[in-house]
């Protein structure tokens, strides 16, 4: 079965340092590939996404994301985080238009001054 | 371009009863999905419809329906509520045709309460 596994529940970064979040996917077609972020009581907003070419992609608020074919892999990393980046990350897959973006559990970032 | 917006924000209902929510999707958007959040079980993808036909379906009971008007509003109804159905409902939109079809923008959820 398809699956999403971000294996920190939990990461707490330094104001300032960098931050990297883990994503990795099962099947063997490579999906299309996305990073949500959940702030506390709203939706979630799509911070960048890759669907083919260059593997590393850019997103809003300074995120980028690197997809290793070999690894199945998207992680989500930002140089410097700021305390306002505290929330909860979402890598997600999907395999066709129109069906179900499949989540992960999520990882809850905490920054620390 | 206003986003997807989701009515009411908040509910409180009793066991038993049944519920309507309503979803407006970004202006152009045609395919709407609906997505339940718990913290036990995370994102769970609900259905999808798009030109008011479901287009997939999760694995959800026969209570949990919905269905999708000509103006790509749609509203998703659970019926005999069951303390289980306490969670964050969220409704996604996208485009339809070529890659942005694959972007779903989601709006800020109604949290449901059964009691």
């Known amino acids: 079965a398809q699956s999403v596994t971000q294996p920190d529940i939990h990461i707490t970064v330094s104001e300032g340092a960098s931050l990297e979040l883990r994503c990795n996917y099962s099947y063997g077609a490579t999906p299309y590939l996305f990073w949500y972020v959940q702030s506390p009581g709203q939706g979630l907003q799509l911070l960048l996404k890759y669907f083919s070419g260059d593997t590393l992609v850019q997103g809003i608020k300074g995120f980028e994301a690197e997809f290793k074919r070999s690894q199945s892999s998207f992680n989500l990393r930002k140089p410097s985080v700021h305390w306002s980046d505290a929330a909860e990350y979402f890598c997600a897959v999907l395999y066709q238009a129109g069906t179900a973006l499949i989540f992960g559990k999520g990882t809850t970032l905490s920054v620390s001054s | 371009k206003a986003g997807v917006t989701q009515t009411p924000r908040y509910l409180i209902k009793t066991r038993g009863q049944q519920v309507t929510l309503s979803c407006s999707p970004i202006s152009g958007h045609r395919s709407v999905s609906w997505y339940q959040q718990t913290p036990g079980q995370g994102l769970q993808f609900l259905f999808e419809?798009?030109?008011?036909?479901?287009?997939n379906k999760g694995n959800f009971p026969g209570r949990f329906s919905g269905r999708q008007f000509s103006n790509s509003r749609s509203e998703m109804n659970v019926s005999t509520l069951e303390l289980g159905d306490s969670a964050l409902y969220l409704c996604a939109s996208s485009l339809d045709g070529g890659t942005v079809a694959y972007e779903q923008y989601f709006g800020p959820g109604t949290r449901l309460t059964v009691t």
């Open positions: 419809y798009f030109s008011e036909t479901q287009r």
